[in-house]
């Protein structure tokens, strides 16, 4: 009896001939950059070291492009944004312990935005694993001990055979929903050894799909269907899936308003009758999901930023769906359907409309008010507080940016006042434009993710955006920027200090510690990397900004301005 796949695994004369003569002069790098080309990446990034040159070396035979960054953090950053962007695994290729060890911040980041980030760290002499202490340069007891609590899977090479194997599976175990940062660690001696293996081709790492138990998709349409106040609050999922488009008709064959968390920027259109917008730090928002009879969370662990600092408390049925299995129901009793956010909502929109009723029209007096009707007074009620809080300046910066910018140009947000704003009150015209670090919180993340943004796309400009305090972090990229000719502008928000903690602590406190900083003169900084750089002011922001963007290569843009938080409504 004769298989179809019997046909597909049987080798061409062709193939026999090349796989009996290999290439002279390969090595086990060559295997590493052979099995990235035959699954189909294009770009790494990353940082040479000692014990990985047989990486880098093999880099120059391949076809790959290689964005060297100066830090390995910002080489991981880089790398969670073309990951953002493009939907790929992204290759980031990294030396053995300080190397490795510095790039956890940007993988815990990755980890919480779920970037499909493909780290390749190189290892210790193969001899030395095993914990023993040989005292060889870098050496660490377990390296991938100190990766395994943060990103998705490790994997441990020992020979040059198992290496396609153990990349083509971490791949599989990026892109398999929720997507997310995964390890794989080769020794020096595996990577710079002579291999006669034959040269790796196509490889299949095809993700599973993560399909909704159809009983639940069922319960969830009966719910959505019969609900009188029905909301949908729509998070990062729905971009990272592409569902946006579904989530759009399902939200208007329910007539259900929807929120977009911090993570979900653009997945919902900003301006449609039904959109919330991204008021989830609001007392008003809070209290209209809060009084929906049927709340349907999608691709949202309703974290603490999502749950306006864990004080939402449904009262009606909530029904969740979220890939991430860890999430599911972690922080709410809910209908919990484990799936990828455009299967699940497609299935749902199509049981939706299968069970629909012919309803009959009724005179509007003899219903509750429509969703538009619900999110029209949610709106003015949070344009009433704001309004009564003294902030025009941060309202001017902030329209001025997103006038500048183009509306399918992406923007990456460093931990900075103006990116708090930004989470709320930002209008992200396309989904998958606007990035943040509000996964894991940490600073520096604006630039180097900005970079790698870039190197994904050079036909649009980029934006990054961060203060004075994260921009240090970010410095030495100014030379990668410079090096590939990347079309970054960074917008530094110079207010002398770490903002935002400095509003924390004087609120808690009466006084500020620690948060004042000496910092250079950005404008000339950055020219002395041989990058257009000016110093702006409120009045002149959007046309500096404009004129940053329309021009070929990185800029900086220095805005000298004391911005403030709108008061908060959880305390």
Known sequence: MTHDHDLVLRPTPQQTAAALNPPAGRNGGDLVIETLTGLGADTVFGLPGQHALGMFDALRRSGLTYVGLRVENNAGFAADAYGRITGQATPLLLSTGPGALTSLAALQEAAAASAPVLAISSQIPSAGLGGGRHGYLHELRDQKASFRDIVKSVHTVRTASQIPSAIA???????????GPVWVEIPQDVLLAETTLPVVTAMDATPHDLVPRPELTAVAAHLLRNAERPAIIAGGGVVRADASGKLRALAEKLDAPVVTTFGGKGAFPWEHPLSMQSWLEDRHTTDLLEDADVLLVVGSGLGELSSNYHTFAPRGRVVQIEADLGKLE????????????????????????????????????????????????????????????????????????????????????DMTILAYWAWSAFDARHPNTMHSAQGAGGLGYGFPAAIGAAAADRTKPVLAVSGDGGAMYSI????????????????????????????????????????ELSRPDFVALAESFGVPAVRTTTESLREDLTKAFAQPGPSVVVLPALLRMFAPTHL
């Open 169 to 179: 599976a971490a791949w599989e175990s990026a892109l398999t929903a929720p997507h």
């Open 330 to 413: 972690s922080n709410h009793a809910c209908l919990g359907i484990h799936a990828d956010a455009r299967i699940a909502l497609a299935a749902l929109l199509e049981t939706v409309e299968a069970g629909s009723p012919p309803v009959p029209e009724e005179p509007r007096g003899s219903r509750g008010p429509s969703g538009a009707e619900r999110v029209a007074t949610l709106l003015a009620k949070v344009r009433e507080r704001i309004a009564g809080q003294d902030l025009t300046l941060e309202q001017e910066v902030l329209a001025a940016v997103r006038e500048a910018l183009p509306d399918d140009s992406p923007s990456f947000w």
């Open 476 to 515: 030495a990229e100014l030379a990668t920027a410079r090096q590939y000719n990347l079309p970054v502008t960074w917008l530094i928000v110079d207010d002398g200090g770490y903002g935002i903690l400095r509003e924390y602590m004087t609120d808690a406190f009466g006084e500020a510690t620690a948060t």
